[in-house]
């Protein structure tokens, strides 16, 4: 399974974004997706998460309210639209694919089985 993140850039404050990871398995509608970030020496940290359906979504409080995760099966295709960024927002972000059972939200890095190579966001005050 590999994961594709792209759509990270410079922004300014208050600005908006949209992150995509595409994922390369034809079993992609069966896994839940999650996305984290990782902020200049911090650990990574879970942003949102969405079920193999789509009609389950989970936030960190931190983006919640701002961020928006989605997913289109048919482009094998998971989105994080961000919007209202803020300065701290500025951080590495990955996808991560959960396959099989789980038990939601899967707020942590060790739930999941693949993550992509992840895509830069710089939010600039």
């Known amino acids: 399974v590999q994961l594709q993140a792209s759509g990270g850039g410079l922004v300014q404050a208050g600005g908006s974004l949209r992150l995509s990871c595409v994922v390369s398995?034809?079993?992609?509608?069966?896994?839940?997706v999650g996305w984290f970030r990782q902020g200049p020496g911090k650990e990574r940290e879970f942003v949102a998460s969405i079920s193999w359906s789509g009609g389950s979504t989970y936030y960190a409080d931190s983006v919640k309210g701002r961020f928006t995760i989605s997913r289109d099966n048919a482009k094998n295709t998971v989105y994080l639209q961000m919007n209202s960024l803020k300065p701290e927002d500025t951080a590495i972000y990955y996808c991560?694919?959960?396959?099989?059972?789980?038990?939601?939200?899967?707020?942590?890095?060790?739930?999941?089985?693949?993550w992509g190579q992840g895509t830069l966001v710089t939010v600039s005050s």
């Open positions: 398995d034809r079993t992609f509608r069966s896994y839940a």
């Open positions: 991560a694919v959960k396959k099989g059972s789980y038990y939601p939200p899967l707020r942590n890095v060790d739930e999941y089985d693949y």
